[in-house]
């Protein structure tokens, strides 16, 4: 292949968005903003950003970085703003368009961000959930992305719900959309989660073995197209030379030792 499962799924996530939209950045997902940046370059030009780093709005964009990152979003903003401002007022107001990557997720798109751990016993706390239960409840804008397609993360039933699915409870349309993984490209067409198509050397047997619940399968399901090398270019000569977005495909000590080559080249250790 002429890319990488990174590249591909960032330019997967700059495929969905249109020119226009309000686009909301959460911490630590660069995955996510190299594809909102690789949009406004190419197909998307008058996008704006929202990021919760920060708390900033604005249209002006530089290379992804680690420790320099607030650069981006205290020296380019056009306006900031409080945290609750925005989830409370922004985001309700102008119909953003958010990636959201789950711990867990289930066939309804009920995901978990709180802890591992069923009947309110927790073994391992998550991240947390930021504005997501207040979110969840009413966009219909919702698009989630998991990095490492595994049966841990895509299970039967989530743990804690932290994001609400496709529940009868939910406002009418609300519910994730969209799901990129590191394995195909899905929706909630009907509610229940829908492969649409599979990478370049991926079979759906092998999805659907990863995956911890039956999935439903699109008829035209077919295989993801791939990055152009314009695409390729553009995210790894000028939006991330320094390849921030791979840190979310590592664990352990490759995650580690990415991280530190990263921080020596900004200058930031």
Known sequence: MDFTIDE???VCIARQVNDGDLLAQGINTPLVMAGFILAKCTHAPNVT?????????????????VGRIEDLWLGKAQIHFS??????DLLPSYATKEFFRPAQVDAAGNFNNVAFGK???????????????????????????????SRVTFVEQVDFVSGLGHVP???????????????????????????????????IEHIQK???????????????????????????????PLGVRRLEMLGGSARKDLLREILAKENAL
């Open 8 to 10: 591909l799924i960032s």
């Open 49 to 65: 950003f929202s990021s919760a780093i920060g708390q900033a709005l604005g249209h002006d964009w530089a290379p992804l970085g």
């Open 83 to 88: 945290f609750v401002t925005g989830a409370a």
């Open 119 to 149: 009947d309110y016993h927790p073994r391992m706390r998550l991240p947390g959930t930021g504005g997501i239960p207040d979110v969840t409840v009413w966009s219909n804008h919702i698009y989630l992305y998991v990095p490492r397609h």
């Open 169 to 203: 409870q939910r406002r009418q349309g609300a519910g994730a959309r969209y799901l990129i993984s590191d394995l195909g490209q899905f929706d909630w067409e009907h509610g229940v989660m829908r492969l649409v198509s599979y990478h370049p050397g991926v079979s």
């Open 210 to 240: 990863k995956t911890g619940f039956p999935l439903d399968i699109a008829p035209d399901v077919h295989e993801t197209p791939p990055p152009t090398p314009e695409e390729v270019r553009l995210l790894r000569e000028e939006i991330d």
